[in-house]
């Protein structure tokens, strides 16, 4: 066998991700285009994605994204050796742009067409940077669009859910909590910021799901931030200052605390001795910082892909389909569906 390429496309959410990596024949991956446009600005005056929005700029910037992904690789698409593309969970609408496009793709060109699972994507996006996963391994996924713990014992076939979030995603309480606090969409990166000049434990905010009769390995978000808001709302009844440098870090501290303590806990319970974190609540500052801190604690390798590629994108998708081809997995028919709701 020679090398092979794989191309990716990614359009769950509101990024359009064109990537392209290169298979060896010792299965190893090189990253050769990584392309992605966002339409996170068209959402941010409405607080959070507008599906229709998202359809539509995925339809307009597909083939941009493409043109210039292969640009990027400098190979020509005809090299290509076959395409994956997320076939769920997601939009449904923004899946369907993905999915039509890769179908289009690999009908045009005569290339087998896999249709994959963006979250274990996520977890792929990782071996592009760290090289192969250990056998087994945990995963903590973390987005605006999911918070997750995954048992992953083969990328290609075998995942398995061991907890998840009730209510809002990790990513989705902290665009919450920075709508309340008056911070812009996506209000990740600014109360990261804001949290820096805060002190963590000024308020004892509660952790959701952590009492001794609550599931081990699921969240909640909500209370959290309902108790946000209610804390706020009294500062400034009472016509108080309200200390938001300390309410960001606080916040950040809750959430932080209770995704390391719990993903820790399943490492433990599991015997598995390597955590990654993936998603785009990965490049929180705490949370790396803190999961860092207690795997060294716990004797647990910590492995956190750069922002980039915890972010959607389109390599993850082609990363992902790499490790199907190598494993000799059977491609999608072309009349592949979405799975809006697809489970691991
Ligand atoms: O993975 P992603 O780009 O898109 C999906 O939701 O799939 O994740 C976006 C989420 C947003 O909710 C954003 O607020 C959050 O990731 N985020 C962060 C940080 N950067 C992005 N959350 C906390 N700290 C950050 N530094
Ligand atoms: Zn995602």
Known sequence: VTDRLILGIESSCDETGVGIVRLGPDGALELLADEVASSVEEHARFGGVVPEVASRAHLEAMVPTMRRAVEQAGIELSDVHSIAVTAGPGLAGALLVGVSAAKAYAAALGKPLYGVNHLAGHVAADTLQHGPLPQRCVALLVSGGHSQLLLIEGLADKITEIGSTVDDAAGEAYDKVARLLDLPYPGGPPIDKLAKRGNGCAIAFPRGLTGPRDSKYDFSFSGLKTSVAR????????????????????????????LTAKAIRACKDLGVDTLVISGGVAANSRLSGLAAQRCAEAGIELRVPRPRLCTDNGAMIAALGAHLVAAGAEPSRMDLSTTPGLPV
Do not use: I, N, Y
């Open 231 to 258: 804390w706020v709302e009294r500062k400034e009844r009472a016509g108080e200052e309200v200390p938001l440098a300390d309410v960001a870090a606080s916040f950040q501290e809750a959430v932080a605390d209770v």
